[in-house]
């Protein structure tokens, strides 16, 4: 620097870049997402993440995380009285009216969220209408995954939350409405294997198949329901309350997540048709995993260059009350944690469009659309300042 520098063009440049040292800041969680504190001996720190906030979801399109399904199933392949008819008209967002609140009726009125369908009545067709859902990711593999959602009241259906590679790889949490009353609030917690698909679909007489009763009615409130998968086991959970853990038929490839609600009339199962329309409605899906894909692996071994620094891993927070929008405290309780609502901890996570919603552009991601052109203004700033060129 020339001896007749001006200290005034001194001091212009370091408050400069003060103002600039927000964009320059490494990411936090470049390093991943941890089940349970670092200094747990129980953690675990996944690569990736998937947060879908659907109580402020204006259109199921928005968001590109996710795929509404279209298809029909015979009664003969669905294994009941009647076959199954997804249609993208069963899928319906239904935010809450203030975009910045987590209480109150939805646009369409009743619960907010993403509502998925079971049309009522016995169908001319054979097919009953239904709802599903699936990830675009097929990559999802070990993780930690969880889903508030409020069940139907309406007798006849079975509303799933489920990860699939194929039939003899699956994990199931499945729910029948016909099953809860005042005395009985089931989960069917359900791992498919070889030996369920040998019994004709049937795991219940498997040993990885087990009925759960929760201590709250699913229909009366959204409540979380999670599954944590390790190469070992699958571990299930309510509210953050440990269910079961399953060791056998473990699944070993990787695939994606769907949330389901459909009727095949079968009297052992959903029974129904439903008599009038049946909704089960989603609050939010949160996912943190690993990936299969090379690209994303390779994306995570770039970013995470020293793990042991500040932030470069971040806890996932436990939801260990119910999630419900409802209530003179809803405001409190259905506003759960998201990664992709915090600035700057969603880098380099990037499966969702930029429509999803307001937050998770970028929140997670302007210092990475910042860096370039800052960095012009930065070499502009030290040639007319500094060089003085």
């Known amino acids: 620097m020339p001896s007749s520098f001006p200290m005034t063009r001194a001091l ?19 390093c991943g997402y941890s ?27 928005w968001d590109t995380d996710w795929v509404p399904q279209a298809y029909n199933v015979s009664a003969a392949d669905a294994r009941g009285p009647y076959g199954k008819l997804a249609e993208l008209s069963n899928v319906i967002a239904n935010p809450i009216k203030d975009n910045y609140s987590y209480t109150g009726d939805g646009t369409l009125g009743g ?50 939350f489920f990860w699939f590679y194929n039939n003899t790889q699956e994990v199931d949490l499945e729910f029948l409405s016909s099953e809860f009353n005042s005395s009985s609030s089931p989960v069917n917690l359900v791992l498919q294997s070889a030996e369920s698909l040998e019994k004709g679909f049937n795991a219940a007489s498997t040993p990885t198949f087990d009925v759960y009763e929760l201590p709250f009615q699913p229909d009366e409130g959204y409540h979380e329901y999670r599954f944590d998968w390790s ?22 490839e990787a695939g994606a997540i769907h949330l389901s609600h459909w009727s095949n009339g079968d009297p052992t199962w959903s029974e129904g048709p439903p008599t009038s329309d ?4 989603i609050s939010y899906l949160k996912a943190y995993f690993n990936s299969s894909d090379p690209a994303r692996q390779k994306d995570y071994t770039t970013r995470c260059t020293d793990p042991s620094a500040v932030n470069a891993t971040c806890e996932v927070p436990d939801q260990t009350t119910a999630p419900d929008t409802s ?14 609502k915090q600035v700057n901890e969603t880098m380099n996570q990037t499966v ?35 060089f003085d060129l």
């Open 278 to 281: 049946a909704i089960m409605t």
């Open 231 to 252: 190469p070992e086991k699958v571990s299930f959970y309510a509210d953050g309350q440990w269910l079961k853990d399953m060791t056998t038929a473990v699944p070993i």
């Open 35 to 61: 089940v349970n504190a670092t200094s747990s001996p129980d953690h675990t720190i996944y690569t990736d993440l998937l947060e879908s906030d659907f109580l402020h979801l204006q259109n199921i399109t």
């Open 327 to 340: 209530g003179s405290n809803g405001n409190q309780t259905g506003n759960t944690f998201f990664f992709s």
């Open 352 to 386: 969702y469009g930029p429509k999803k919603s307001d937050a998770t552009i970028g929140k997670a991601q302007w210092s990475s659309l910042l860096a370039v052109p800052m960095l012009v203004v930065t070499l502009e700033v030290l040639r007319v300042f500094v």
């Open 12 to 30: 212009s440049i370091l408050s400069f870049f003060a103002l600039l040292g927000p964009i320059f800041v490494s990411a936090n969680c470049q």
């Open 111 to 160: 619960d907010p969220g993403l509502q998925l369908y079971v049309r009522g009545g016995n169908p001319s067709s054979g097919l009953v209408p239904m709802a599903e859902i699936a990830t675009k990711r097929e990559d999802m593999f070990y993780g930690s995954y969880r889903v508030a959602m409020k069940l139907t009241s309406i007798s006849g259906t079975c509303g799933a």
